[in-house]
């Protein structure tokens, strides 16, 4: 069915979201806040800043004009970072009328509300369009997305029927989208991956080899999961497309925004330089923040997430905060998951001891 999407935020993402949108023969409204890139949308057909080369679909229509996007919609995307995501509901909310679903495509978690995305919509817009709101995350970089490369990710919502909807708005042979309805875990997963993402970009700017890359992606999930857990995600999520998934595309591929600014964060340039030279959100770094707050608010530790927060905003040297981290002290590798395989679960690490507590690890 042809539905009417409004595409908030005409970044990389939204724009090749809005492509897939389009794909799907759905009447797009790409908005965005400037309005040459709006005129640049409409007259050439192109948005140079953010997919440069690509050309957009007829069916995509610049809008500069939020009441005018997203009058009589079905569904509103929302795709800016996650610091504009509260300002941008605050002046959308007026003429939200059509009680569209809302799904959101952002990365991140607030700094000191320690809000997942889904948690700040919940503030900022009527009562009745909360429950239906959903999440798209998983492994797929816009430049990909938008040369119709074979993607696929996870749709979530605390409201199946929602979440059906976006698979079906969004699914095509290029697209492929499952459900998950673990929206504590698909958020957290989508957000905290950036993290390691910009840890690994690190190492590999100061030329470490792939053996620290393989540790720095299995110990980052193994923090993901035991933040995650402890807020109530399903752990099995942290193995699917918006935790694992999501952690092999950003630690591996040069598209990654987060692995360029790590990159450069390695090879030695100062984080003001990096965040100006790169034009586009690095997501990554206001989530360390974030996650290291969350961190010590729960008290699960987070190795990893703690030296990047000293490499960003205590001057700590990138070598030193790895050399802290290889010599921690001596810790077992498998979690307790006597919470999940019964109390009677014997990890083997020694007869005489107890599992040891997710704390301890
Ligand atoms: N790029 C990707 O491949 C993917 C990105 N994501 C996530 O999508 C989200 C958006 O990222 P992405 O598209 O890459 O970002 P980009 O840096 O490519 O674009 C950011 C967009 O947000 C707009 N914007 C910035 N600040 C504001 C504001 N205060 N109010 C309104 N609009 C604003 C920018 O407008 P202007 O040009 O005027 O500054 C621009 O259109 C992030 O959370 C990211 O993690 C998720 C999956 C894939
Ligand atoms: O989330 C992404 C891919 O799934 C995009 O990651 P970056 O923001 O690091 O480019």
């Known amino acids: 069915m042809k539905e009417k999407v409004a595409v908030i935020g005409a970044g990389s993402w939204g724009t090749a979201l809005a492509m897939v949108l389009a794909d799907n023969g759905h009447d797009v409204r790409l908005w965005a806040r400037r309005k040459e890139q709006v005129e640049e949308m409409n007259k050439e057909h192109t948005n140079t800043r953010y997919l440069p080369g690509r050309v957009l679909p007829e069916n995509i229509k610049g809008y500069h004009d939020l009441k005018e996007a997203v009058s009589g919609v079905s569904f509103v995307l929302l795709v800016v970072p996650t610091k504009a995501i509260r300002e941008t509901l605050q002046h959308m909310k007026p003429y939200l009328n059509s009680e569209p679903v809302l799904i959101h495509a952002s990365k991140g978690i607030e700094p000191d509300t320690l809000k997942r995305i889904s948690e700040m919509i919940e503030d900022e817009v009527e009562d009745n369009l909360i429950a239906s709101t959903v999440v798209l995350s998983g492994p797929s970089h816009a430049e990909e997305v938008c040369e119709r490369q074979p993607t696929s990710v996870t749709v979530s919502s605390l409201d199946a029927q929602s979440a059906k909807q ?74 699917g497309l918006s935790g694992l998934g999501d952690l092999i595309v950003t630690c591996t591929s040069t598209h990654s925004r987060n692995w360029r600014a790590g990159n450069m964060l390695g090879k030695g340039m100062d984080l003001n330089q990096v965040l100006k030279e790169m034009g586009m ?52 590798e498998v979690e307790n998951l006597s919470f999940l395989l019964g109390p009677d679960f014997q990890d083997g690490y020694s007869e005489k001891t107890s599992p040891p507590r997710s704390e301890d690890i």
């Open 166 to 239: 976006a698979q079906d708005l969004f699914m095509n042979k290029h697209f492929r989208v499952y459900t998950n309805l673990d929206l504590i875990g698909v958020e957290l997963g989508g957000a905290l991956k950036n993290i390691i993402a910009l840890g690994v970009g690190l190492t590999d700017g100061l030329e470490y080899g792939d053996n620290a890359k393989a540790a720095l992606m299995t110990r980052g999930l193994a923090e993901i999961a035991r933040l995650g857990i402890k807020l109530g995600a399903n752990p099995m999520t942290f193995a």
């Open 281 to 332: 959100v690095v997501e990554g770094v206001r989530t360390t923040q974030a996650a290291y707050q969350l961190a010590e608010r729960e008290s699960v530790e987070m190795p990893i997430t703690e030296a990047l927060y000293d490499v960003l905003f205590n001057d700590r040297l990138p070598e030193e905060a790895v050399e802290r981290l290889m010599g921690r002290v001596k810790k077992h």
